[in-house]
T-cell receptor, first 115, second 113 residues
Framework: DSGVTQTPKHLITATGQRVTLRCSPR?????VYWYQQSLDQGLQFLIQ???????AKGNILERFSAQQFPDLHSELNLSSLELGDSALYFC??????????????FGPGTRLLVL | GQQVMQIPQYQHVQEGEDFTTYCNSS?????IQWYKQRPGGHPVFLIQ?????EVKKQKRLTFQFGEAKKNSSLHITATQTTDVGTYFC?????????????FGTGTKLQVIP
């Protein structure tokens, strides 16, 4: 158990809908990262937050947005969902958001299925 | 932007055979990390290498960081079914004390009993 929690574990929805994925980092970690992993694919970096502020942006679609709250949990919002958005979404956390050479601790993921 | 490629993409081995995955970066890395993702699981940190030419071992796993700090390898001796999973390397430059990590494309290992 990495100490990173993600809810829900599974999510089934329809095209055009909007969903919110939630992540709570490990206790004491200030940074949260979001990744998308499609079937048998690698980890596509979406976005990183550090202490409430956006720190880095990857290949995140305009239909997707995220934020980190004062209690450091983060939410990833996916809107106008398309079939191709079906994937496993991972959240990871690290203590200082990449300061030095940090390890990232991954949550169990949320599996999203868009029908 | 920085690209980190891994080869092979897939590897099937008989149990007891050795396995190697290679990681190549388009830019010089400050360090390299290796993660393992079991089927149905999430990536889990295995090890970090920092120095040029560094070699580290974890039981049957040997990790190497290239002299130019642009490539790395993971070698598993005498694979077991518990080694099944996808292995990712990850790394990036260190700029201003902070590192933006890029994950490699991953190598999926299947071990045939």
């Amino acid at each position: 158990d990495s100490g990173v929690t993600q809810t829900p574990k599974h999510l089934i929805t329809a095209t055009g809908q909007r969903v919110t994925l939630r992540c709570s980092p490990r206790s004491g970690d200030l940074s949260v990262y979001w990744y998308q992993q499609s079937l048998d694919q690698g980890l596509q970096f979406l976005i990183q937050y550090y202490n409430g502020e956006e720190r880095a942006k990857g290949n995140i679609l305009e239909r997707f947005s995220a934020q980190q709250f004062p209690d450091l949990h983060s939410e990833l919002n996916l809107s106008s969902l398309e079939l191709g958005d079906s994937a496993l979404y991972f959240c990871a956390s690290s203590p200082q958001g990449g300061r030095g050479r940090e390890t990232q601790y991954f949550g169990p993921g949320t599996r999203l299925l868009v029908l | 932007g920085q690209q980190v490629m891994q080869i092979p993409q897939y590897q099937h081995v008989q149990e007891g055979e050795d396995f190697t995955t290679y990681c190549n970066s388009s830019t010089t890395l400050s360090n390299i990390q290796w993660y393992k993702q079991r089927p149905g699981g999430h990536p889990v940190f295995l090890i970090q290498l920092v120095k040029s030419g560094e070699v580290k071992k974890q039981k049957r796993l040997t990790f190497q960081f290239g002299e130019a700090k642009k490539n790395s390898s993971l070698h598993i001796t005498a694979t077991q079914t518990t080694d099944v999973g996808t292995y990712f390397c990850a790394g990036g430059p260190l700029e201003g004390g902070y590192q933006k990590v890029t994950f490699g494309t991953g190598t999926k290992l299947q071990v045939i009993p």
